[in-house]
Every structure is written in C-alpha cells, then in structure tokens.
C-alpha cells in the first residue's frame, strides 16, 4: 500500500531548503569583488606616505620661520588648524593599529579577515576603536568651523562628517554603520586608511596656506636648471634673472628692509575667497591711512572704502585684478608690491524648507505646517547673511501619481496658495517644490535643484 | 413715417455710441486709454507709456493682464478710473517690470474684483511709484492686492534709490495681503502713510505666521539705507481665515522677519488701544 505514496512535506522542507541556499548565494559578495581593496588599500597607503614627506619638510620651514608666522593672524589659525588634525591623525592610526593588534592576539591578518566581517565588528565596537574615532573627527570638524580663518577644503563633505548619512538609495545610515558596520575587513580597513590620508592631506594644505601667508610656496626644482616652477593656482615660471644667483647678496625676510607699513600690509591683506558682488575686506584691522601712508591702485577699477579699521571692496565682474600699493608717506607715490587677485563667482546657493525633520524625503505633513518659507544658504567662510533673494518657485501637489495641483509662490514665504495645497497634502502624496528663482548680489539669477518630499503621515 | 425711422435710427446710433467698448489686445508701443469702458481678456503688453485718462473703466476677463515696462500715468478724478474683473471671470491685474527712468503715478482709480491688482515684478526699476488716493476693493485673489519684489540687486554700486509711497489709499474687502520682499532696503525707499486697511482677509493655515498678515514682507541687516515708514495708517478687522475650514482664526495686520533689530510701528491705529491686544496682531520675527 505504500508503494506510489508521495511525502509532500518532505519535498517542500527540500524545496525551502534549495530555495534559502539560492539566496545565501546571491547575496554573499564575491571574495573577487572585494580582492582588488587590497590594492586600494596599497594605494592609500604609498600616497600617504609621499604626502608625509612632504609634511614633514613643511613642518620644517614653518619652525624656521615661526616668527614670522606668528604676526599673520590668518597663517596662526591655519596652524591651530594642522595641530589639531595632528592629534585626528594621531587617534585614527590608533584605531588602525588596534585593529592590527587584535589581528595579531587572534593569531590572524588582514588576508585572512579580508571577506569577514564579525571579527573585524567586534574589534571596531570596542572602547579603542570606531567609537573614540567618531568623537575625534567630530570635535575636529567643530574645531575647523569655529576657526577665525579656514581653507574650503572640507573634510566634512569628503569623509563625510554627518550624524547621520543618506546612502544613495536615499535611505538614512548612523555615520559609524554607514562606514564601517556590518561591513567585511576589506571595506572597514580601506576607510580607517582613507580617512587617515584625508587628514595627512588636510594638515599638508593648511601647513601650505600658513606658508603662503609669508610668501613660501610649493616648487619645483631642479640643481641642474636655474629655472623654478611655482605650483599655485596654475604652473609659475620664475625666469632666470628672477633668481637669486650663487654669490649674490641676499637678505632674510625678516630684516629692517621691510617696515612696518609693508609688514602690517602683508599681514592684515586676505586676498583668498574673494567673490563677485560681496563686500569683501581687503586690509583687516588695519590702522594706516590710505591717502596719507599708502594708496592702492585696483585694475580694472574699483573702490575701496574704509570702515573702521579694515577696508572693504566690491568687485563688480570676476576674473583677475590686479593690486598695486605705494607707500605715499614721504609725499611720493613709490610702488610696495603688486599682487594679482582672482574674484570668484558666488557659487550656487543650496535651499531648504526651514523648519524641524524637513531634511529627509519622507516627511509628516506636522512637521511641513510648521514651516513658513524657504531658504537658501552659500557656504562661504565667514558670511553670515545669504546675498540674495528667493523670488519665486512652484509648489506641485501629486496625488495617486497625477498632479493635483499647482501654484506659483512669489518670495520665501509661503504665500496663501502655497498654504493652501500644503494644507490638502495626504499620505503617500508628493510635494515638490520646483523653478526655485534665486537672484543674488552680484547681479546673477541661479535655479536650484527641486525639493521633493514624500508625505508619511 | 419716415422722420419716425430716421428718429428710431438715430436713438439706436446714439445707443451703441454710448455703450461701445474698446477690447485691447496685443503689444503697443504705447498706450492711451481714454474714458468709457474697455475690456482685456488676455496679456497685453505696452512697452512704452501707459495713460489711463479719468472715466476709463477697464474690464479684465479670465487671463487678461495689462504689463506695463515704461510710464504709468493713471490719474482719475474723484475715482472715476475702474479696474474691474469680471464677475466669475475674474481677470489679473496690471504687472510693472523691466527697468525705466519713467514714473509710476496711480491716483483716484478703483482696483476691484481682481486676481492680483498691482504687482512689480522682480528686476523692475523706475524713478519714483507713486500710488495715491485709491481705492483696493473686494479684489478676489489669495496671493497678493499689491506685490512689490525687489528691483535688481545689480545697482548695489549705485546712490540711487527709488521713492515708493503709497498714500491715503483704501484696502477694504480684499482677500489677500500686500506684500514687499524686502521692507528695508537700499535702493527703495517704502512710505505707506494714511492708508485705511479694513475688513481684509487672508487666507493660510490655522498657524498664524509671517506671510497670514495684512502686510508683512522681510528687514535684513543686509540692507542699511532705507527702512519702510509705516505711519499714520488704520488697520481695523482684517483677519487670517483658515483656507481648509473657512473660518476666522487670528486677527493679522502686520508681518515682519529678518535679521534687522528693530522696527518702527509707532503711530498707526491697529484695532484697539491697548498695548496687549496690539501685541496680538502683528508678528515680528527679527
């Protein structure tokens, strides 16, 4: 009788089975895609060590010239800066060699943990580790934004520096899982190297910018050629004449040949982040009279105006001006220096809903009736003001996939219509606001990205 | 028999004289609308000066709006120029753009039943706005009765600036705000003297804010010349009605955020005569 009898669920239990270890397989990522991080990993770890030399010689030329230094307000903030990241470089090889350390105690490496991910977890999550790191880069970030004077170059946005991270996909990931998390050693490693190059590279670009205050620039040079090679914003070459010849008399920067009038020059000028329309301030705290010690001639023309202590100018076009100052104290005009500027455009302003939980995509319609506008933001050191004016955009309700309805709004503030189609959103709808019309100081019109939102409750 | 078709012939001439009116369409040069009664029904462009003699009564239809780049010169007598919409039809209003050296003069006219009466748009410029002894009356439109973006940003180098007063007007009935993108500024100089606001709406959400005022706009640090003169005017029963319920929720006069310190709204009448209640009605977010 029991000859031709079928065991359903024993074939459905294989079946399950047969259907989980499919999926085990897709899902695991192949140890290929995840072998050629060893090379990335070589690849940060070379370049950091170049970049270290180089450290290293900055270092040097800053201690020789300290004094100097010391009377740039702008070049002592940079190095406040490279101190700091200094003890960030300090804590994350720290971090790396706690990880090396623990690899050792386990009797494994790097190769070996290369696909997994739980010892290299359980390492992370420990006191010495990620927790001690997202701490540092986190102080080190406010450090930087509270400095009097900072480069644009910007660790938050490269590492990235946020509490919490939105992965492409548009889903939000706490900073330390988003980087190192449930992730295998390859991927965890490759970032603790990253992160510590980003700060080698950091500190090199801050220890170079304190030099440039007192006029030491990167170069090229060779024994063999007298020629010298500038790296600035383009390639400089010096010609031969320009350089000092074996024999010929030189004097140190900081002998009597500069007086004070040109020392205070160079030390209260900021001639960096220069932008098109603002009032940017030339000589800061500066106590010289123009007219009666110096003048400085602007090509093409523009004028300086003083207030207070610092002098102030906007720069109607972009491009490059050039700066010549006199000293006119021995009541003849004689040229200090020339230096050439360059004015940047105002780059594009970023814009948001003002309000509380409105810098996801999903959102609650609470949350939006608490807004009342629009704004808009430029990231520019020290501007405290946005330069400019939203005049208009769209506001688009979709419902069930159709546009419901739409209506132009006339500066930031939500208008009545705009109050009115926030006011009909439902779950599952979308808002857009969309055609953002910005018009800035500097005479330019700029349209943003749209804002979307997707309503949850 | 025949002088009495002759006499009806004549009437009937008579008739249609008086009741002929004038449909404007289309760009002009320049524009001269002379008494008796005219109809807009679409955007009618005149790129350069624009009179509106007094007795002209002008109808606006649906999607007609008058867009004026040069000189406006509406002067009526005792309010005998009409700017009407449609009823059910309501058409827009008069839009000021471009830069001009000319004037804007708007006196003794009546803007009523329109979507947005008066609007200068952004990048407008002109000598001076002068928009006097007027009458805003039942216009129908949620967004704006007068709406004044800035003018270019891109004569910050220059001393000059543009006078623009509003005086001795009345704003009664209307179901939206006036709005100035910018109260204090550089480059214009805002008077909104002896005005009456009565009985004004303004439609938003339950939430008083900024922008569910009678007249609200922005006083930015930014800006250090000019600061608006708000004086001598009457703010009486103008409220924010909530778009969804249709209901009266907050008396809503005036309107004021930005990074300025302070502003001056001393010696206008807002509704009642104590300091508390006063304090109610406008909302100031500086």
Redesign the interface.
């Known amino acids: 009788m029991a000859e031709g009898h079928v065991d359903v669920k024993r074939y459905q239990i294989i079946s399950l089975l047969y259907i989980v270890f499919i999926c085990f397989s897709v899902i695991n990522i192949k140890i290929s895609v995840l072998d050629s991080n060893s090379y990335t990993i070589k690849s940060l770890q070379s370049i950091e060590k170049e970049e270290l030399k180089k450290v290293a010689i900055s270092n040097k030329i800053i201690n020789d010239n300290l004094e100097l230094i010391n009377r740039s307000s702008k070049a002592v903030s940079y190095l406040k800066i490279r101190t700091r990241l200094t003890q960030s470089y300090a804590v994350v090889n720290g971090v790396l060699k706690h990880v090396d350390d623990e690899f050792v105690k386990e009797k494994t490496n790097i190769s070996k943990q290369f696909n997994s991910r739980n010892l290299i977890e359980e390492i992370l999550k420990s006191d010495k580790g990620v927790k001690l790191l997202e701490k540092d880069l986190f102080e080190l970030s406010d450090f930087i934004k509270k400095a009097s004077f900072k480069l644009d170059a910007s660790l938050d946005e490269v590492i990235p520096l946020k509490k919490t991270v939105t992965t492409i996909k548009g889903k939000q990931e706490e900073w330390s899982y988003y980087l190192f998390f449930h992730k295998p050693t390859a991927i965890s490693y490759m970032q603790l190297e990253r992160i510590k190059l980003l700060i080698t590279k950091t500190q090199l670009l801050y220890q170079e910018a304190a030099l440039a205050e007192i006029g030491y620039m990167p170069t090229y040079f060779s024994q063999f050629n007298p020629k010298l090679y500038v790296l600035k914003a383009s390639v400089k070459e010096y010609k031969e004449e320009d350089i000092i010849k074996p024999g010929q008399k030189v004097v140190n920067i900081t002998d009597d040949v500069y007086d004070d009038l040109f020392k205070k020059i160079l030390s209260s000028l900021h001639t960096e982040n220069i932008f098109v329309?603002l009032n940017n301030t030339l000589l800061k705290d500066f106590d010289f009279m123009m007219g009666t010690d110096f003048d400085v001639d602007i090509s093409p023309k523009v004028?300086l105006v003083k207030t207070d202590k610092n002098y102030r100018v906007?720069f109607?076009k972009t491009g490059e001006y050039l700066l010549r100052f006199y000293d006119t104290r021995r009541g003849q005009k004689k040229v200090l220096f020339e230096k050439r500027i360059v004015v940047n455009p105002i780059p594009d302003p970023i814009v948001h809903v003002k309000g509380d939980n409105l810098n996801s995509y999903a959102i609650s319609v609470k949350d939006l009736?608490?807004a009342?506008?629009l704004e808009a933001s430029l990231e520019i050191n020290n501007l405290n003001?946005?330069?400019?004016?939203i005049?208009?955009y769209k506001v688009i309700r979709i419902h069930n996939g159709k546009e419901e309805e739409s209506v132009?709004n006339?500066?930031e503030?939500?208008?009545?219509?705009t109050?009115?189609v926030?006011?009909?959103l439902k779950k599952n709808d979308l808002l857009i606001f969309d055609n953002v019309?910005i018009?800035?100081?500097?005479?330019s019109t700029r349209t943003s990205a749209p804002i979307i939102y997707k309503i949850i409750d | 028999m025949k002088r009495l078709f002759f006499l009806i012939l004549t009437l009937q001439v008579i008739t249609n004289v008086s009741y002929a009116q004038d449909t404007l369409a289309g760009n002009y040069s320049k524009l001269n609308i002379s008494s008796g009664k005219h109809i807009i029904k679409e955007v009618v462009t005149i790129t350069g000066k624009l009179t509106v003699e007094a007795g002209a009564k002008i109808e606006f239809i649906e999607a007609g709006v008058l867009v004026c780049e040069s000189a406006v010169e509406i002067i009526g007598k005792n309010h005998n120029i009409e700017f009407a919409g449609k009823n059910k039809l309501e058409g827009v209003g008069l839009i000021i753009k471009n830069a001009d050296s000319s004037q804007v003069d708007i006196s003794n006219a009546v803007f009523k039943g329109l979507q947005l009466p008066i609007f200068f748009d952004f990048g407008w410029k002109r000598l001076a706005v002068n928009i006097s002894d007027n009458e805003f009356v039942n216009n129908i439109g949620k967004v704006s009765v007068l709406q004044v973006l800035n003018p270019p940003f891109n004569f910050n180098q220059s001393d000059d600036y543009i006078p623009f007063r509003i005086i001795h007007n009345l704003f009664a009935g209307n179901n939206a705000a006036i709005y100035f993108e910018d109260l204090k500024s550089d480059h214009v100089k805002i008077e909104i003297t002896n005005n009456t606001f009565a009985n004004n709406s303004v439609y938003g959400f339950k939430n008083y804010n900024i922008s569910t005022n009678l007249i609200y706009g922005r006083a930015d640090q930014l800006f250090s010349r000019f600061s608006a003169k708000l004086e001598g005017n009457s703010f009486v029963s103008n409220y924010l009605v909530d778009n969804l319920s249709d209901t009266i929720v907050h008396i809503a006069n005036f309107g004021v955020y930005g990074t300025d310190k302070t502003f001056d709204l001393a010696n206008n009448y807002w509704g009642f005569s104590n300091k508390e209640n006063i304090l109610k009605d406008y909302m100031i977010k500086l």
């Open positions: 329309g004028n906007v109607n009736l608490g009342e506008r003001f946005f330069p400019g004016r005049n208009s132009s006339y500066g503030l939500f208008q009545s219509t109050q009115k926030l006011g009909a019309n018009s800035l100081v500097d005479g």
